[in-house]
């Protein structure tokens, strides 16, 4: 009866296969307009006149299934340059549309249009698309929902809702002033003045109540948060009062059901998680605690910012539950989340062609003008395997295209250029990087295996490292300096997470494969945007490959020029 039954099914599926393939093949084509512009917007009794996309603070959901082809075209109503990035977007021969700006694209300049055009394919779950340039990501963000293809479904209950939770930051300033103020004085920038939750700081800063984001769910029903953290500065734990919560997917792959009650998520990374309303009807909270792994922190923002979790038939009218968050500084619990991960359907390249270590942190480099007086003639910057990098005027990936020299080279070390103890006590000597607009090439189809060992110079902290285009395989991460006589023996090669974003553990180190299979240039950085906006970058240039099909196509007729 059984065997019986699991044959109909069968015949069924083949059936439907077979009647859908054609059909499957011709994805949808998703049109958008966005019009970037600006707008006044109250938080915390300060009104800003903020970017925004449509007039919408978070910008617009996107929603497609996957095989879609995505064509938005931008419109700049605003004040200031912008580009858009696709965040996680892989962007397989499409690295004209990847967004950031003076690495694939020039700005499209106030007053001008830009349309990007891809395909997302082999990719389900949230993503999310930002600004990328200068600070303007911190209002100009929102979610790209992934949902699977007609006829294919998730890989866990169907929810009853879904529920796009972005985490932010905002500021009683104008994020533009932020940034420039910060290089004119050779600081970093301010802190921002709240985190916020859907742009709502909620109940514990000043002047939210009345806004606070509430979710309304009924009892014994599921329902899957589409958390983004487009936060500009700081990773979170994550928490809701009284309920566990099981993460399905993360960066848009989905991973082996992880249930928990706390979760850690930091700038640049998506997860999806699944919750039930299993619990008395009430209302309880759900927000953000900042996680900051410095062990002796400086003063900063450590407000929770929150949201509220309802329940239709709630009558209780009282205060809602806290959830009781870990300390900002709780490594163990932020380290116990991350290494808990799982693939569900991992393939890691069991081989490499080419190895890399590269060291990332911070610096300080000598100003050569007046610029940083405020700050005894030194600024703060990032570095990549000791290079600070340094925009240039017009996009690396224009210039590699039409052959113009002299906007970047072609020398980024594959190592660091001196072996020291990156996690000790690092001499004065060794804090100032080299500035410089230096791409690592890539042969075509090339396994690259990567170790970014996090150094302790300035400050050390955990960074949200963001890689363009690509997807990779997590294979290990641990404390102190990498070894790679003893590590690589207790790498996971059977069923690693796939991420766009690895927070490198603080004072430690984490190994990532991926196939370099897409032409282009890619950016990598540092997610906090503070950080990027130091010279914590660094560029991948992937060659063509043999196949006419393996090639970078000819740029968009509408990209904008310097
Ligand atoms: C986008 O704007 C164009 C006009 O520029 C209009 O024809 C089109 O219908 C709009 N598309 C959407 C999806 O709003
Ligand atoms: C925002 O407020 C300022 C000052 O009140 C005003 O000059 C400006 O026109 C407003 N901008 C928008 C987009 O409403
Ligand atoms: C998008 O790109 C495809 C080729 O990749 C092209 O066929 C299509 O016309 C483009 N669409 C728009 C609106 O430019
Ligand atoms: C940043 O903070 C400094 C010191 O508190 C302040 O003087 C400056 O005005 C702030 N900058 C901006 C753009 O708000
Ligand atoms: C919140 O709403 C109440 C009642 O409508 C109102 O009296 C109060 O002024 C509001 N508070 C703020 C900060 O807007
Ligand atoms: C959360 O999960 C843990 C471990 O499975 C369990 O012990 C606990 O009771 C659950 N809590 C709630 C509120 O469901
Ligand atoms: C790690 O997380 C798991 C699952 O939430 C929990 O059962 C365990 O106690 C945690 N371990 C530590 C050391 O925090
Ligand atoms: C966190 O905030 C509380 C007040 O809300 C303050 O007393 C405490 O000093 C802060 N901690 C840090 C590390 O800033
Ligand atoms: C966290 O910071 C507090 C001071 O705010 C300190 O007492 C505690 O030892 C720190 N914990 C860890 C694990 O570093
Ligand atoms: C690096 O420095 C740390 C802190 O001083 C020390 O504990 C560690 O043993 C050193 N590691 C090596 C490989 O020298
Ligand atoms: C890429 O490399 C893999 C094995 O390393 C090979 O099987 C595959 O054919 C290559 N693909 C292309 C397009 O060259
Ligand atoms: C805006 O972009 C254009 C083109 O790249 C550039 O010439 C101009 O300097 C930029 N403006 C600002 C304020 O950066
Ligand atoms: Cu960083």
Redesign the pocket.
Known sequence: MKALSSMAKLTFSLVCFILVAPWMASAAIVNHNFTIGTQNVTRLCNTQTIVTVNGQFPGPTIEVQEGDNLVVEVTNSGPYNVTIHWHGVKQLKSCWADGPSYITQCPITPGNKFTYNFTITGQEGTLWWHAHITYLRATVHGALVIKPRTGNDYPFPKPAAEFPIILGEWWNANVEDVIADALARGTVPNDSDAYTINSQPGDFFPCSTNDTIRLLVETGKSYLLRIVNAGMVRGSFFKIAQHNMTVVAMDAVYIKPYTTDVLLINPGNTMDVLITADQQSNRYYFGTRVYFSQPLASAFLNTSATAILEYKDNTNKSTPLLPNFPDFNDTSTAVNFTTSLRGLNSSV?Q?V?EEMLITEGLGLVTCTDNSCADNNGVRPVGSFNNISFVYPDIAILQAYYNNISGVFTRDFPSNPPQAFNYTGNVPLGLWSPELGTKVKVLK??S?VQIVLQNTQIVSFISHPIHLHGHDFYLVGQGFGNYNSQTDPANFNLVNPQMLNTVAVPTGGWAAIRF?A?NPGVWLAHCHFESHSSLGFDMVFLTEN???S??ILPPPPSDLPTC
């Open positions: 390249p081989t062609d075509f189809n396994t196939v299979n490959g043999p196949g099909s393996d």
